[in-house]
């Protein structure tokens, strides 16, 4: 019923060839198949910017995220600790998600809902309506704050 993939605005070439493999994929599936939702995570890029993204609560099995980030010792020999980066990220969506309100998870993932994909919703409009909305929360602080400077 829901698949989870890289969301398309990662910043990892990679993540991104995933994604649009995923949405495509779906796209062929038929009925009672179709999955009903599909969340594009952050990995590599964060999702903080976007106003419409939610938090999955990941707080649940601490020891078990851990294990699982360090299961691939390629992603963190030679200097990259990938594994204490991404649990590092997760406290901090925690915490910043909500600025003015107690947390409501001690560790949380971003992502977005990408579902409209499925259905034949461009890619670019997509991800270009959510970059439009970021960037128009933006200036609206900024002319609200003093954006004659």
Known sequence: DIVITHNVAD??????????RVVAALRNVSGSFRPQKLYGME??????????????????HPNLAAAVLGVY?????????????ALGRRMANATFYESHGV?????GSFGIDMT??????SVREFIGSKI??????????????????
Request: hydrophobic content about 40%; charged content about 30%.
């Open 43 to 60: 990995v590599w890029r964060s999702l903080d910017w976007c106003g419409d993204r939610i938090l999955f609560d990941t707080s649940a």
């Open 132 to 149: 439009d909305a970021f960037k128009s929360r933006v200036e609206e602080k900024i002319s609200r704050f003093g954006g004659s400077l």
């Open 73 to 85: 010792d390629s992603q963190i020999i030679g200097g990259k600790r990938y594994d204490l980066a």
């Open 11 to 20: 910043f990892h070439d990679t993540h991104v060839a995933v994604a649009l």
């Open 103 to 107: 947390d409501e998870v001690e560790s």
């Open 116 to 121: 409209g994909l499925i259905g034949g919703m």
